[in-house]
């Protein structure tokens, strides 16, 4: 397999930073829980939360689009929920990558349900070439085109997500 650089772990860290300092700044004085989305969102909620300077809990939910294709299937599956009641909360959503924008708009709609005093989400990258939804994240790391990529915690079948860069599966 050929893997290609697009981000470089100088360019994320960077970006991380920016973006933590956006939310700090938003979340003051908020009660805020930062809900990463297993397993792809971990390495980059583990880098977000160290940028972001004011008090939070986090926790995890985990879901599953069936089958192991580059390409997901639309049907989201909850796999694991919020060990954390959620209500009255602010709640940010940390997602690895927003594509159909399916599994965002489920779980935004999930959390919704269950009276948080807001939801939001953050996604390291965003492919808006491929949504099929309405769902606009808050906070975007970069908007990609329509490539498949790997790393920094996403998985190319169940691999690669330890890689520190982003890179892009050329064959
Ligand atoms: P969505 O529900 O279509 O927005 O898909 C989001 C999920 O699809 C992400 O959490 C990833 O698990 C997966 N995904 C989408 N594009 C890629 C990619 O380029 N590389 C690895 N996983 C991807
Ligand atoms: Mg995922």
């Known amino acids: 397999m050929q893997v290609e650089v697009m981000l470089s772990a100088e360019d994320i860290a960077k970006r991380v930073r920016e973006l933590g300092e956006e939310i700090s700044r938003d979340f003051v004085d908020k009660d805020l829980v930062v809900v990463g989305i297993l397993k792809g969102a971990v390495i980059f909620m583990s880098d977000l939360v160290r940028e972001i300077k004011v008090p939070l809990e986090i926790d995890f939910m985990a879901t599953s689009s069936y089958g192991a294709s580059t390409k997901s299937s639309g049907v989201v599956q909850l796999l694991k929920d919020l060990d954390t009641a959620i209500e009255g909360r602010d709640v940010l959503v940390v997602e690895d990558i927003i594509d ?47 490539k498949f990529v790997i790393g920094y915690g996403l998985d190319f079948n169940h691999k690669y997500r330890e890689l520190p860069y982003i890179g892009v599966v050329t064959e």
């Open 100 to 146: 159909s924008g399916l599994t965002l708009s489920y779980l935004s709609q999930l959390l919704q349900s269950r009276k948080p005093a807001s939801v939001r989400t953050a996604v390291l990258l965003d492919k808006p070439d491929r949504r099929q939804t309405d769902l606009v994240p808050d906070y975007v790391g970069f908007s990609i085109p329509d």
